[in-house]
């Protein structure tokens, strides 16, 4: 087996997504740091034990997105919703248009809106707004605003200012 970290150049088109199982007698992560090596991304240490003796790797043929950008957990998302739109219970949604791909989370409430591809999470509210592919976090409140491929922050207020 062969393991690259982030190449520039990858080898193969095969992908880790960071589930690591590992025999108790293989954690050699202090030695691994004695050494000088990154602490903060696992793959590095894969590597160190790849290049120190055997390491088996399980593939699979389903999807897998590395969802570390705003455009790829969209996406995820939509590939995991196929145009559907997932609302949680007790979400709000009044007088208001969801296209394709809306997830929107609890206590969530969206009022003379229209969403499509959007992520709205916990506690957000959403009034007299068009939102396009976009993320919004929790405790977030944004009204009168057009919008799209925005990423908001947790507990954001945005309003058209007036």
């Known amino acids: 087996m062969d393991f690259q970290e982030k190449p520039d150049d990858p080898n193969s088109t095969l992908v880790s997504i960071a589930c690591y199982a590992f025999p108790a007698d293989s954690i050699r992560f202090d030695e691994y740091l004695e050494d000088g090596n990154n602490p903060d991304e696992p793959g590095w240490f894969i ?43 007790d979400a709000t949604i009044e007088n208001t248009t969801l296209g394709e791909n809306v997830h929107v989370l609890s206590g969530a409430e969206l009022v003379n809106s229209s969403l499509d ?46």
């Open 117 to 162: 591809r959007t992520i709205v999470f916990p506690d957000t509210t959403i009034i007299d707004s068009d939102i396009r592919q976009s993320i919004i976090d929790q405790d977030t409140h944004v009204e009168s605003l057009d919008l799209a491929g925005a990423l908001i922050g947790a507990h954001t207020q945005l309003t058209d200012g007036n």
């Open 47 to 89: 590597q160190w034990l790849v290049n120190d003796g055997p390491v088996r790797a399980f593939t699979f043929d389903d999807a897998w997105y590395d969802i570390g950008t705003p455009e790829s957990y969209l996406e995820a998302v939509a590939w995991e919703l196929d145009g559907h739109n997932v609302v949680a219970e």
